[in-house]
């Protein structure tokens, strides 16, 4: 009795756990796109426009967005997803909206659908849109396609000199702030993540507005480590993007990296962030050394959540070295 039931159980639990595993590996599609007359098949003269924002998720199927609309020439009278049909051509309804604002010029709502398989390759597609239907014109005033956006993803690996371990190959785990810069001066911010990367120095992050095929350099900082630069311009392919700093020093730019070990660290012993690891940085690591400072904070360069001699050590180095940032 027992054994039949332990076998019962076992593809539910290997179900499960699939489940599982594939949640982990969810895609967060951003949507951002316009509503308007010139969409419509054949095309609205209309003061009308909008907007649908929103997100879908591949794994839980959860489509949700927020409509909004203002301006229309008539007033509302319903309101559907539409598909598959790309632009310039019409399709039938895939889904109604039941929670539109009706008989009005503007308005905005909050639609949330799970979509079948078969609904989900047609909105992934682009092969989905918008239509508002009005009494000025009942076959839609103002017309969306949208085109869901998969996120990039930066596959990073990143170590820093006083929270590595060249024995131990290991990492204090902690967080570093992961820029994505234009390739041309003054190499403007474009997207900025953050995330904690692990005793082996990586960490994946998401980006919602990076662009495929473009190059971009990527800036590293970190509470207290010398910020530092891709050696290069890189580029997302399939929304995806893979870079390490520690195989060699020719990583960072200008080689502005130190050897610990077998790998190559970011310097630490910027405590306040000047881009140069110098005197203030020390006497401020000395001042907190003499008070005994604990817990999470800028001058405790190991890790150990205690400012003491090891951490001055480490910075007193980099200062003699007069190690300052690096970057195109
Ligand atoms: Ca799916
Ligand atoms: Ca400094
Ligand atoms: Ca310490």
Same mark, same amino acid.
Request: proline fraction near 4%.
């Given at each position: 009795?027992?054994?039949?039931?332990?076998?019962?159980?076992?593809?539910?639990?290997?179900?499960?756990?699939?489940?599982?595993?594939?949640?982990?590996?969810?895609?967060?599609?951003?949507?951002?796109?316009?509503?308007?007359?010139?969409?419509?098949?054949?095309?609205?003269?209309?003061?009308?426009?909008?907007?649908?924002?929103?997100?879908?998720?591949?794994?839980?199927?959860?489509?949700?967005?927020?409509?909004?609309?203002?301006?229309?020439?008539?007033?509302?009278?319903?309101?559907?997803?539409?598909?598959?049909?790309?632009?310039?051509?019409?399709?039938?309804?895939?889904?109604?909206?039941?929670?539109?604002?009706?008989?009005?010029?503007?308005?905005?709502?909050?639609?949330?659908?799970?979509?079948?398989?078969?609904?989900?390759?047609?909105?992934?597609?682009?092969?989905?849109?918008?239509?508002?239907?009005?009494?000025?014109?009942?076959?839609?005033?103002?017309?969306?396609?949208?085109?869901?956006?998969?996120?990039?993803?930066?596959?990073?690996?990143?170590?820093?000199?006083?929270?590595?371990?060249?024995?131990?190959?290991?990492?204090?785990?902690?967080?570093?702030?992961?820029?994505?810069?234009?390739?041309?001066?003054?190499?403007?911010?474009?997207?900025?993540?953050?995330?904690?990367?692990?005793?082996?120095? &990586?960490?994946? !992050?998401? $980006?919602?507005? *990076? +662009?495929? /095929? =473009?190059?971009? @350099?990527?800036?590293?900082?970190?509470?207290? %480590?010398?910020?530092?630069?891709?050696?290069?311009?890189?580029?997302?392919? &399939?929304?995806? !993007?893979? $870079?390490?700093? *520690? +195989?060699? /020093? =020719?990583?960072? @730019?200008?080689?502005?990296?130190?050897?610990? %070990?077998?790998?190559?660290?970011?310097?630490?012993?910027?405590?306040?962030?000047?881009?140069?690891?110098?005197?203030?940085?020390? +006497?401020?690591?000395?001042?907190?050394?003499?008070?005994?400072?604990?817990?999470?904070?800028?001058?405790?360069?190991?890790?150990?959540?205690?400012?003491?001699?090891?951490?001055?050590?480490?910075?007193?180095?980099?200062?003699?070295?007069?190690?300052?940032?690096?970057?195109?």
């Amino acid at each position: 009795m027992k054994r039949t039931k332990l076998l019962k159980a076992l593809p539910l639990f290997a179900i499960m756990s699939m489940l599982l595993t594939a949640q982990a590996y969810a895609t967060i599609w951003n949507i951002n796109n316009v509503i308007n007359g010139t969409q419509e098949v054949p095309p609205v003269v209309t003061g009308g426009s909008g907007t649908i924002v929103g997100t879908y998720d591949d794994v839980t199927n959860q489509f949700n967005a927020t409509i909004t609309f203002s301006q229309l020439t008539g007033t509302t009278s319903a309101g559907h997803y539409h598909g598959p049909a790309a632009p310039g051509v019409n399709a039938s309804v895939r889904i109604g909206f039941t929670n539109i604002p009706l008989g009005v010029t503007g308005g905005n709502f909050s639609p949330s659908f799970i979509l079948t398989a078969s609904q989900e390759t047609e909105l992934l597609g682009g092969l989905w849109y918008v239509n508002i239907h009005t009494s000025f014109r009942p076959g839609g005033e103002i017309r969306g396609q949208i085109y869901p956006v998969a996120p990039k993803l930066l596959d990073l690996t990143y170590l820093i000199e006083g929270l590595y371990n060249g024995g131990t190959n290991l990492m204090v785990a902690d967080t570093v702030t992961v820029n994505i810069r234009n390739s041309t001066s003054p190499y403007a911010l474009v997207e900025s993540a953050k995330i904690k990367l692990n005793t082996s120095g &990586s960490g994946i !992050l998401t $980006y919602a507005s *990076v +662009s495929n /095929a =473009t190059p971009y @350099y990527i800036q590293v900082l970190h509470r207290n %480590g010398l910020e530092t630069w891709s050696a290069g311009t890189v580029q997302f392919v &399939s929304n995806a !993007l893979s $870079y390490e700093f *520690v +195989s060699a /020093a =020719t990583q960072a @730019y200008g080689s502005n990296t130190t050897l610990v %070990g077998a790998r190559y660290c970011a310097y630490s012993g910027d405590v306040n962030q000047d881009g140069t690891i110098d005197g203030t940085d020390l +006497s401020s690591i000395d001042n907190d050394a003499s008070n005994f400072v604990s817990g999470y904070v800028v001058t405790d360069l190991d890790g150990n959540d205690f400012v003491d001699g090891s951490d001055a050590a480490v910075a007193d180095n980099n200062a003699a070295n007069f190690v300052s940032v690096a970057k195109p």
